[in-house]
């Protein structure tokens, strides 16, 4: 079964600063997804970026990047330039769509506060 | 396009009381699943289905039935809550393709008594 560990409960970030929130996963997939989604006070879950495993490249979403470590099963979130706005919790999440089933695998998330 | 609709927002049961999470989608996806969200956890599946008529187990279905008699409506049935079932629902659809993403409704909050 797969796993995905977030390593810090929380974080704490100065506005303006930035900040690298960690996860690390364990699959024997070699084609899946990995997501960091946001979770404010408001409780919706917001998709922040998406990795595709088979991308080399990193990808990245205006202030938010990844580091993506294949090999080594590895996928931290970069938050440059921190807003207030990006107080929330923050989830990694593991994705197979072989045979179409697209169940998620969540880390238990990092709380990231913004101090001003 | 209302997106992943839930209802109720906020429900307060009592033990052994049975009720029915609604989630509903507007965007023809064939693919809609539940999640539960409990304190300092991640969101866990407790059941999903692939297509109206077929429905699966996920990890922490004990204690909930779904059906999925269009692709629009995917309801979670609580038949016999129990205070362990205290928790947040999310409903989840996702289209087909792989350059999508999964939609997330906004959640119920349930609290068994």
């Known amino acids: 079964a797969q796993t995905v560990t977030q390593s810090q409960p929380e974080m704490s970030v100065q506005e303006a600063e930035t900040v690298t929130l960690s996860c690390t996963y364990d699959?024997?997939?070699?084609?899946?997804?990995l997501f960091w989604y946001k979770q404010p006070p408001s409780r919706q879950m917001i998709l922040v970026i998406r990795q595709e495993a088979y991308k080399q490249q990193n990808a990245t979403e205006n202030r938010f990047s990844v580091n993506f470590q294949k090999a080594a099963k590895s996928f931290s979130l970069k938050i440059s330039d921190s807003q207030l706005g990006d107080a929330a919790m923050y989830f990694c999440?593991?994705?197979?769509?072989?045979?179409?089933?697209?169940?998620?695998?969540f880390g238990k998330g990092t709380k990231l506060s913004v101090i001003p | 396009n209302a997106g992943v609709t839930q209802t109720p927002k906020f429900q307060v049961l009592k033990t052994g009381q049975s009720m029915t999470l609604q989630c509903a989608q507007d965007?023809?996806?064939?693919?809609m699943s539940w999640y539960r969200q409990d304190p300092g956890m991640g969101l866990r599946l407790i059941h999903y289905s692939v297509g109206a008529g077929i429905t699966d187990q996920g990890e922490v279905p004990n204690g909930y039935n779904v059906s999925r008699s269009t692709t629009e409506d995917f309801p979670l049935r609580l038949l016999s809550a129990a205070p362990s079932q205290t928790s947040v629902y999310f409903c989840a659809s996702i289209g087909a393709g792989y350059t999508d993403t999964q939609y997330f409704g906004p959640g119920t909050r349930l609290t068994v008594l």
């Open positions: 999440a593991y994705e197979y769509s072989g045979a179409g089933s697209y169940q998620l695998t």
């Open positions: 965007m023809n996806h064939e693919y």
């Open positions: 699959t024997s997939e070699s084609d899946y997804y």
